[in-house]
């Protein structure tokens, strides 16, 4: 079965379902936005909503995570985490799941990390496809992930009175196997599936006004350029966009002490390259002192230094950095005016 359809009114016993494989995260409302939560009562689970305030990320690249233990007198170490449970990631949008993409390769560059790994061995990603903006904030289109592109176990389509679902991998079809109410597709729902995605095809546009491959050349030659003082005049150091970002994965290390002064904790804790403090090294010099130069640095990190190590985009286009924004730095504008600025128009 490579396509399987849903009714509607069948959701939540799908849902049922799913918390008693795993542990189930899925998005809800909180106040006027969203996050992502473990599940209790699943009519509380959300599938129209604007991105999370917090990314996926935080469940398997937790924001405070034990690294290992430690004895002072004698010195010893050992293991932090004896077990990683199996979850479930419900409802997750296709730029959130490109931003997991792009943490698995990063994870994966050497040398490897394990407790990331360990996680994502553990975790399904049950995605769902948006057939419409979530609010004016996204570029998702520019980046090409407003449609699936792989990196999930499910992708659920909505179809009107029934879900459509993309069955991606093995791990996919253990949740949607032996159910009585999830059937194979036929092809009245297929119909339906294809006719669904043309109509996304007019309403999803290009936000840039260049081509992606356009974006790499300029920042290729933007480098000196006078828009980043604009934006380091704006910008207020708050690090709100790298901690909402779905690909941002720099983090500090302490260690936690016991009251006994010889057991501890070592841990890592997400840190931010906006952070006044982020470049300072020793003698007290900063390699990256204004804060022009750190939010240039922040979209060299999305669109030029992973494009030439890893060969791709590190913006999602998800917009929760503009969103978030203080200063109300936009990342489309931003990127707009270093196209335009070299000339660069469609």
Request: net charge positive.
């Amino acid at each position: 079965m490579k396509y399987a359809s849903l009714k509607k009114a069948d959701l939540f016993e799908w849902l049922e379902h799913l918390k008693k494989k795993a542990k189930l995260y899925a998005p809800r409302k909180k106040e006027n936005l969203f996050v992502l939560r473990p599940v209790k009562n699943v009519e509380d689970v959300c599938l129209e909503y604007i991105p999370t305030i917090l990314p996926p990320k935080k469940y398997y690249f937790p924001q405070k995570e034990k690294l290992f233990k430690f004895s002072a007198q004698p010195f010893k170490t050992g293991k932090a985490i004896d077990k990683f449970e199996e979850f479930v990631l419900f409802g997750v949008h296709t730029c959130d799941i490109a931003g997991i993409q792009c943490m698995d390769v990063a994870f994966r560059d050497g040398p490897e990390d394990p407790n990331y790994l360990n996680r994502k061995d553990k975790m399904a990603i049950v995605g769902i496809e948006c057939l419409k903006y979530c609010d004016k904030y996204a570029n998702c289109t520019s980046m090409g992930n407003h449609v699936p592109r792989g990196g999930y176990d499910l992708m659920m389509v909505d179809i009107g009175d029934k879900f459509i679902i993309h069955i991606n991998s093995e791990k996919g079809e253990k949740l949607v196997t032996d159910l009585g109410y999830i059937k194979e597709a036929a092809q009245a729902d297929m119909d339906l599936l294809d006719r669904a995605r043309e109509a996304k095809k007019k309403v999803f546009k290009e936000e840039f006004t260049g081509p992606l491959s356009k974006v790499y050349d300029v920042f290729d030659k933007s480098f000196a350029s006078d828009i980043w003082k604009d934006v380091g005049k704006r910008c207020v150091a708050c690090g709100n966009c790298t901690a909402v970002c779905p690909t941002c994965y720099c983090f500090d290390v302490a260690d936690e002490m016991e009251l006994n002064l010889d057991d501890g904790v070592r841990y890592r804790i997400w840190n931010s390259c906006q952070m006044d403090d982020f470049a300072k090294v020793a003698g007290g010099e900063d390699f990256r002192k204004g804060r022009d130069s750190r939010q240039r640095h922040r979209y060299y990190r999305k669109f030029k230094y992973p494009v030439d190590r890893f060969n791709r985009y590190f913006c999602t286009g998800c917009g929760r950095c503009t969103r978030t924004c203080m200063a109300q730095i936009n990342l489309v504008e931003t990127v707009n005016s270093l196209l335009n600025e070299k000339g660069i128009v469609e």
